[in-house]
Structures are given as C-alpha cells and as structure tokens.
C-alpha cells in the first residue's frame, strides 16, 4: 500500500496550481500513480469559485505521518494558502487521505481523512487509482453522493 494525497485548489490558475503542486510533492515522494483532474462546486462554505480535484498516489515515504503533514503545510503555505475562512477558498489544499492502510486518530492528525467518504470529487478520482481495490476491501465507500464532481481533464 501507499500514501496517498489528494490535491485542491479553487483560486488563480486551478490547473497551474495542480500541477505545480504535483512537482513540489514528487520534489519529497516518489510518484506512483495519479487521477484525472474533476471540478465540483464547493462544499461546507459555498460562496466561492468551484474547485479543481486530483488525487496522487506515492510510494511510502521515509519520514512519518507527522513529518509529510508538515511537509505539506509547508507547501501550502508556500503556495500562499490563507486559513482566513475555514473551508474558504484556497489556492492550494494537500490532504493526508490514506496511509497504506492504517488508521490514525488524535488531536494532530486522522488518517483515513475524515471527511473523504462524503465527497465525489475525492471518492470518484481514487476510484482511478489501481490501489483502490486494496482499500475497497478494508473500507466502505459509497455508491452514491449527495455532492456533484465531473471530469475537467484527462492526465
């Protein structure tokens, strides 16, 4: 199994954002695999522009949990993320969604992401992923969304 990220963005050049994030991440993991791209409109806070998706796949890294969720608050914050709104808009969220297969809860960080299992535009895209049938196996997913995501772009 892997770690596995997903990428967000709904401010500047979604697509560039992407991107870019990609290769400042593979700059501290080794890429294995990636989604497409998926556009949804925002969920929790709702009056912002709708956001680009993608989830990445990496081989597990040397450093811990703890060490890649600072790892990618620092890029972040280098992509000029601001936590002025919880849930706002953002020119760049990282999150932790799995690692290998584990589960983590506490006050710093909880692995799977809590919220993951609610949200079409993070579900839809790790479907992609040849890990998923590992994961499906250990985790239930839904079926079907109360949100709405849809392919902005094939990689």
């Given at each position: 199994m892997s770690?596995?990220?997903?990428?967000?963005?709904?401010?500047?050049?979604?697509?560039?954002?992407?991107?870019?994030?990609?290769?400042?991440?593979?700059?501290?993991?080794?890429?294995?695999?990636?989604?497409?791209?998926?556009?949804?409109?925002a969920v929790?806070?709702?009056?912002?522009?709708?956001?680009?998706?993608?989830?990445?796949?990496?081989?597990?890294?040397?450093?811990?949990?703890?060490?890649?969720?600072?790892?990618?608050?620092?890029?972040?914050?280098?992509?000029?993320?601001?936590?002025?709104?919880?849930?706002?808009?953002?020119?760049?969220?990282?999150?932790?969604?799995?690692?290998?297969?584990?589960?983590?809860?506490?006050d710093k960080?909880?692995?799977?992401?809590?919220?993951?299992?609610?949200?079409?535009?993070?579900?839809?895209?790790?479907?992609?992923?040849?890990?998923?049938?590992?994961?499906?196996?250990?985790?239930?997913?839904?079926?079907?969304?109360?949100?709405?995501?849809?392919?902005?772009?094939?990689?």
């Amino acid at each position: 199994m892997s770690l596995i990220l997903s990428t967000g963005t709904n401010l500047g050049n979604r697509l560039e954002n992407l991107v870019n994030a990609k290769e400042e991440l593979c700059k501290h993991f080794s890429l294995l695999e990636e989604s497409n791209v998926y556009e949804s409109p925002a969920v929790d806070y709702t009056l912002q522009p709708d956001f680009l998706n993608q989830v990445l796949e990496f081989k597990i890294p040397e450093e811990n949990p703890y060490e890649v969720l600072y790892i990618i608050n620092s890029i972040e914050n280098d992509f000029g993320r601001s936590r002025v709104i919880d849930k706002g808009p953002r020119t760049l969220d990282i999150d932790i969604l799995f690692w290998k297969t584990e589960i983590i809860d506490n006050d710093k960080l909880t692995i799977p992401h809590p919220r993951l299992f609610n949200r079409s535009f993070i579900v839809l895209p790790l479907k992609e992923l040849s890990g998923f049938t590992n994961l499906s196996e250990k985790f239930e997913f839904p079926k079907t969304f109360d949100n709405t995501c849809w392919l902005f772009q094939k990689v």
